[in-house]
């Protein structure tokens, strides 16, 4: 292939298909397909027309492939419901793309303005149980202090009540909320290194993003729907049921950006309180300039931690491990210094392997 024909975009196509090709067959049919695409000058490209210089960071295959969703969920693209199993449909790799076509070509305005207008936004509740757990470690080792805890990149905020949810382990322990009607089974391996039976308890939650969804309106249902991948019905319920619990427990998410929240919200310790960040599957969309402000930010904080008014960060987010990634569960505590790697689980918080060190 010359390199006049090649699409600057179509090599990240390719990247996110690969990254689909376990969990989410369906994807990683259209986007290889929709490389091929942009690269004979399809509809693909034209609906991808503007984006060409878009980074890696912004994920524009995701992209793209939840705007198709979208229109799929919407009842707005028969030709493709019968592949995707979210609509009832069964994939059929050999005619995807011939069925995509005629929904590109029609929906053509409103797919470019749903790419142009998002960002990635999963917001993966099953998240919630490692970050739970971690929380258990945090509170326990800053004494038993009640819980304020801030989200950065919180999506529609629907990890910030962990501690609502009922997770179900394979031994038939149940911890968090028992009669919370969001049933979750985490997918554990070992255990918190802490005393499960005691749950923190949160007297504060706020959150930021640069574009909080409203889950409380059926169209910011429908746009972290569609970010789900079509084959994982699992997960669909669970962001269902997540959307149900946060409509009746609401929490409010700012339109702001993290560096700039957290020094707001950290200007000043807060005695008899652990102040807890958190933040899971966000850092590889954050701009290296906004990374750097943000750890100084915490930096800050960090230094005017003391025992009676502790600061926690704890993460769950993508690292590399020989040739390709995994997702680790960091906690560091302040000012006892504690810094600890508790355990890696799925990109989806389940499974999780509880491995402290």
């Known amino acids: 292939m010359t390199a006049a024909l090649r699409h600057p975009l179509a090599e990240l196509f390719r990247e996110s298909a ?6 989410g067959p369906t994807n990683a049919r259209l986007l290889a397909d929709a490389a091929d695409d942009l690269e004979g ?25 939840a705007a198709v969703h979208r229109l799929v ?26 069925d995509a076509v005629p929904a590109l070509t029609e929906h053509i305005d409103e797919l470019r303005a749903v790419i142009a207008g998002t960002t990635v936004q999963t917001n993966e509740p099953g998240r919630s149980a490692p970050l739970y757990g971690g929380l258990l470690v945090a509170a326990e080792r800053a004494g038993g202090l009640p819980v304020r805890l801030l989200e950065v ?14 997770y179900e382990l394979a031994d ?35 959150a930021c993003d640069l574009a909080p969804v ?24 669970r962001l269902r049921a997540a959307v149900r619990l946060a409509q009746l427990d609401p929490v409010t998410v700012q339109l702001a950006d993290g560096a700039s929240w957290l020094s707001h919200q ?50 769950y987010e993508s690292r590399r491990a020989g040739a390709g990634y995994r997702f680790d569960l960091l906690l560091r505590l302040w000012p006892t210094g504690l810094t600890v790697c508790l355990g890696h689980g799925g990109g989806h918080g389940i499974p999780f392997t509880w491995a402290a060190r």
Do not use: K
């Open 172 to 206: 038939g322990t149940v911890l968090g909320d028992p009669r919370s009607r969001f049933i979750m089974d985490p997918g554990w391996t070992g255990l918190p290194p802490a005393a499960t039976h005691r749950p923190p308890h949160l007297i504060e939650r706020a």
């Open 41 to 65: 000058g399809g509809i693909a490209a034209a609906v991808m027309a503007g984006h060409e210089r878009d980074r890696s960071g912004s994920v524009p295959g995701l992209r793209f492939a």
């Open 153 to 166: 990149g919180a999506s529609a905020g629907l990890n910030l009540r962990p501690h609502r949810i009922r």
């Open 266 to 315: 950290l200007a000043r310790p807060r005695p008899g309180v652990l102040t807890v960040v958190w933040h899971s599957v966000v850092w590889q969309y954050v701009p290296a300039s906004e990374r750097a402000r943000g750890q100084q930010v915490l930096a800050d904080a960090a230094a005017r931690a003391t025992r009676d008014a502790p600061l926690a960060l704890l993460v």
């Open 18 to 23: 690969r990254g689909c090709r376990r969990y």
């Open 73 to 98: 969920l919407s009842g707005r693209a028969r030709s493709l419901a019968g592949h995707y199993a979210t609509a009832g449909g069964r994939l059929d790799e050999r005619t995807l793309w011939a």
């Open 214 to 237: 409203d889950v409380t309106r059926p169209d910011g249902v429908l746009h972290l729907s569609s970010f789900v991948w079509p084959d994982q019905l699992d997960r669909l319920r």
